[in-house]
């Protein structure tokens, strides 16, 4: 399994923007799927979005289409994921997943490695 530290939460406000990191070890970080997940106080964890191993493919929530991107360095070791026009209801705990690369990105289960989390808090 790889392991994982994401960074670069904090506290924002409503229309700003972060930009989350991914960092993975080992030497095999473009053999996987990495994907993006959140959860909010009292909700259960929720895909945000994935993205394919050479990074040419990308999926994401109807909720965070057209606001979030999700990009890879596979030099690296790293993913990212910059969020715009943040509003109060995407504070959560947002957690960088990693799957094998086989598996398809629009099946949004399956992810089998997790880092810790960082927290997102949006003020209105």
């Known amino acids: 399994q790889v392991q994982l530290v994401e960074s670069g939460g904090g506290l924002v406000q409503a229309g700003g923007s972060l930009r989350l990191s991914c960092a993975a070890s080992?030497?095999?970080?473009?053999?996987?799927?990495m994907g993006w997940f959140r959860q909010a106080p009292g909700k259960e964890r929720e895909f945000v979005g994935d993205?394919?191993?050479?990074?040419?493919?990308?999926y994401y929530a109807d909720s965070v289409k057209g606001r979030f991107t999700i990009s890879r360095d596979n030099a690296k070791n790293t993913v990212y994921l910059q969020m715009n026009s943040l509003k109060p209801e995407d504070t959560a705990v947002y957690y960088c997943a990693a799957k094998h690369y086989s598996l398809s990105i629009y099946e949004t289960g399956n992810f089998g490695s997790w880092g810790q989390g960082t927290q997102v808090t949006v003020s209105s």
């Open positions: 080992g030497r095999t970080f473009s053999t996987y799927t």
């Open positions: 993205i394919s191993w050479s990074g040419s493919n990308t």
